[in-house]
């Protein structure tokens, strides 16, 4: 069984950006973690941090690129009228 | 170890198991349902590979299933993906995570990874990058 040792948060604190910011993922063993600095083997688990929150953000906002690819999809669709999208308010951020 | 540090449960943890066991029970077409009213149509439409969202409202209107066995799972994925998003943050994140570019994929799009790629590939990648966005 892996014995896990918290690695503690700066004295200056830390910032997150995350629905349940207290909370630890689950380590399930299913091989290499997902994120950026996860454990290749899947042993141990991240919680992701930043100093300030644009930090966080910019972490945040890398998920929310435009996709040209995913736009082309979407413009393709036919027989959509015009209240039949949800309206979606755009983020400026960062 | 602190307990005050680490928490075994959380509401991601749950979001995620809510919604693998709802796109196990809830019909295909109720899922349909659901996504038409959450991301809307034409996210629905596009993310299932097909370009007719009359397709897609006829599935509802009917209360059937799509045909193709591929189709079927394609939307299984994406209502099990949207609705555990939508769960935590709300429907435009999830149209926002299924539009966008993301690190998990390569910088391709959830949407564009399930609408294009074969369904048992797409789904453990997109599934895998919905996890990453809730967890990380």
Known sequence: MTRLRPVPLPDSGAVRVHPAPEALPQLRHEGAGRNRFDDPRGSFLMRYTAENLRGCLVETMARFRPNPA????????????????????????? | M?????????????AWEAAYKESVVTPAWEQARHLIGSVGVRYTTAALGLKDARTVRNWVERQAEPREHDV??????????????????SPTVAGAFLRSSNPQLDDEAPLAVLATQPVG?????????????LEG
């Open chain 2, 121 to 133: 590939k797409a789904e453990q990648a997109v599934l895998a990058a919905a996890r990453a966005f």
């Open chain 2, 72 to 89: 079927v799972s394609r939307l299984a994925v994406l209502f099990r993906a949207a609705r555990a998003i939508e769960s935590i943050y």
């Open chain 1, 70 to 94: 995913a736009d082309a999809l979407l413009a393709a669709v036919e027989f959509v009228d015009a209240d039949d999208d949800p309206v979606s308010p755009m983020v400026q951020a960062v």
């Open chain 2, 2 to 14: 602190d307990s005050a540090v680490v928490h075994p449960s959380s509401a991601v943890a749950d």
